[in-house]
């Protein structure tokens, strides 16, 4: 009886000390970039969006600029946290129908990533007054992954799709603090791989010899 008791409160206790770690575990403070900032500084962690494509059909257009305040973005994620916050704002105007290639970088100058992603977009717009359309990004650009103090962070742009009464639309970004990094897999010693393949000759040989007696 006594060794069962025992052993359940050392279970107990090393559940404990698990779950102490867990919960004390250090949150990952982002602070996100702007383009001004940093490449006035010679900083090449700079944050951006452009048209790389664009296609109209009657007298309509598309701009896009990051939203002015995206460097004041600053906010710690514990694990399985997510932020989302505004990123670049895409402007319509005119009459008619459009489709657009769109390229982005968010930057963060902590950590010090880069994350890049493309997107394809089309719209229909009525003066600029009501706006229809959507952008989706290309899921081989995006979400971007990275090993950061030992946690998996992941960075994603969100899609749009919808009818606006307005001729500017927000596009959004998501970070997720996924937690704990998977562990690299172990990279064989060349000890290990000579007796490995000592081992795999010994086989063969004794396949030959168990041939040669049938």
Do not use: C, H
Request: no cysteine.
């Amino acid at each position: 009886m006594k060794k069962v008791l025992a052993k359940g409160l050392a279970l107990a206790f090393v559940g404990s000390l698990f779950m102490a770690g867990s919960a004390s575990a250090t949150p990952i403070a982002f602070d996100v970039a702007d383009d001004v900032l940093n490449e006035y500084l010679g900083d090449d962690l700079a944050s951006s969006v452009s048209v790389t494509s664009v296609s109209t059909f009657l007298d309509t257009d598309i701009a896009v600029n990051l939203v002015s305040y995206l460097d004041d973005e600053f906010f710690s994620l514990n694990t399985g946290d997510t932020a989302t916050f505004d990123f670049f704002d895409i402007a319509i105007s005119g009459t008619g129908i459009g489709v657009a290639e769109i390229e982005a970088t968010l930057a963060f100058d902590i950590p010090e990533i880069l994350a890049t992603g493309e997107s394809d977009g089309g719209w229909v717009s009525f003066f600029g007054i009501v706006t229809g359309g959507g952008l989706i990004w290309d899921d081989s650009s995006l979400p971007d992954e990275f090993v950061y103090a030992g946690q998996l962070i992941s960075v994603d742009f969100n899609d749009l799709l919808g009818i606006t009464l307005d001729s500017t639309v927000t596009v959004t970004a998501s970070v997720t603090n996924l937690g704990a990094a998977p562990a690299p897999a172990p990279v064989p010693e060349p000890a290990t791989m000579l007796l490995f393949g000592s081992g795999l000759a010994g086989l063969a040989g004794y396949g030959r010899r168990k041939a040669r007696k049938k």
